[in-house]
């Protein structure tokens, strides 16, 4: 029969806030359907509201701090993918302003700024993945002891 103490650590363990939950899912939705080929205001507007997303998540995470384990990720993780989500916004805002010599180069960083987003989008879903095959693996401690607890 598990402990009071184990049921207090996993009542304790911190779960991310809704603002953290949708700010992450409203900026991977942006990041799959600005992958399609869509018209360039479509894209330009889906990319600010990526990028202003991200600047909310950050202010709110600079004023109220989470605990480094309440959103399931890595800070190294998040700060890359926030950063490059960031750097596209400013990238694509850039290429607008600049001049044709200018913007070619911005877009070609542009570019490789969202093919960098993508593989570790990939490499994120695939850590996702085998940490939950893992942890499906090890089983949940309420199953484990209802099982134990049959004849």
């Given amino acids: 029969m598990p402990s009071k103490q184990a049921d207090a650590s996993v009542s304790s363990t911190p779960s991310p806030s809704r603002l953290m939950r949708l700010s992450h899912w409203v900026v991977a939705v942006a990041v799959i359907f600005n992958l399609l080929n869509v018209p360039d205001g479509l894209h330009r507007d889906v990319g600010t509201l990526a990028a202003t997303v991200v600047l909310i998540r950050l202010l709110h995470e600079w004023l109220w701090p989470s605990p480094p384990s309440a959103s399931g990720h890595s800070r190294w993780l998040s700060m890359w993918l926030w950063g490059l989500v960031l750097g596209l916004g400013a990238s694509g805002w850039l290429a607008s302003l600049a001049s044709?010599?200018?913007?070619?180069?911005?877009?070609?960083?542009?570019?490789?700024?969202?093919?960098?987003?993508?593989?570790?989008?990939?490499?994120?879903?695939?850590?996702?993945?085998?940490?939950?095959?893992?942890?499906?693996?090890?089983?949940?401690?309420?199953?484990?002891?209802?099982?134990?607890?049959?004849?």
Avoid: C, F, Y
Avoid at 115 to 121: A, C, E, F, M, R
Avoid at 123 to 137: C, M
């Fill in 100 to 151: 044709a010599d200018d913007s070619l180069a911005i877009r070609h960083l542009h570019t490789l700024m969202a093919n960098l987003l993508h593989v570790s989008v990939l490499g994120h879903w695939l850590q996702r993945i085998l940490k939950g095959h893992a942890h499906r693996d090890e089983g949940e401690p309420g199953l484990r002891t209802h099982t134990e607890d049959r004849p």
